[in-house]
């Protein structure tokens, strides 16, 4: 099994519904994020949490909200999906330190 | 915000020749990390660097803190290494400022 899971890998979706996107790992690691990746532009962040308790705004947070179930578990949630939020998204964890990030295989979510 | 600079943006190259892959940065970090994005959309961290150079296989990094910049080396470079290669800086695993990568395809 990979060490971050994200589920669905797919998923087409209509304007104004709502969906959750959802990570998982077994890396052990406190720090989860998502990203999400727009061609032409690098991966911008749009939530982070250090832990269970604590969740942080990135940079372009509005239209999502996230939930970390866990300390291996964190979604995230479009309210009401527009054609805009159709990009590439991915999870990523981290341990702090000198140790680097592990990604999921991202997301594919298109809003039409 | 620390802006993160690529170059080049596309690279083309036979197989077996020497890559180097750019990245500059404005702003003062404390560890810069080196991802290679597959065609397939999968990324993997390559290295993460505060200073110096490290190696792991034909992968070499290079940091120059006080230049702020950054290079990527893949010696005998061979049809796999095709894929996007990204730069991104920051203080530890937070927060990081991602390049736009560089496109590396090469040739048989």
């Known amino acids: 099994d990979a060490d971050v899971t994200q589920t669905p890998r797919n998923r087409i979706t209509k304007t104004g519904k709502r969906i959750m996107l959802e990570c998982s790992q077994t890396?052990?690691?406190?720090?989860m994020y998502w990203y999400r990746q727009d061609p032409g532009l690098g991966l911008r962040l749009i939530y982070y949490s250090f832990d269970v308790k604590d969740i942080n705004k990135g940079e372009i947070s509005d239209g999502y909200s996230v939930s970390r179930q866990a300390q291996a578990k964190f979604s995230l949630s479009l309210e009401s999906a527009i054609p805009n939020q159709t990009a590439l998204y991915f999870c990523?964890?981290?341990?702090?330190?000198?140790?680097?990030?592990?990604f999921g295989s991202g997301t594919r979510l298109t809003v039409v | 915000k620390n802006e993160v600079e690529q170059s080049p943006q596309n690279l083309t190259a036979q197989e077996g020749e020497f890559i180097t892959i750019n990245c500059s940065y404005s702003v003062g970090i404390s560890a810069l990390h080196w991802l290679q994005q597959h065609p397939g959309g999968g990324i993997v961290s390559l290295f993460m660097l505060s200073s110096g150079k490290k190696k792991h296989g034909r992968l070499i990094a290079t940091i120059n803190i006080q230049e702020k910049h950054s290079s990527l080396h893949i010696t005998a470079s061979h049809p796999r290494d095709s894929a996007v290669y990204i730069c991104?800086?920051?203080?530890?695993?937070?927060?990081?400022?991602f390049g736009t990568g560089t496109r590396l395809t090469i040739i048989p």
């Open positions: 890396k052990g690691h406190d720090r």
């Open positions: 990523a964890t981290g341990s702090g330190g000198d140790y680097g990030y592990t």
């Open positions: 991104a800086v920051g203080f530890g695993n937070e927060k990081l400022t």
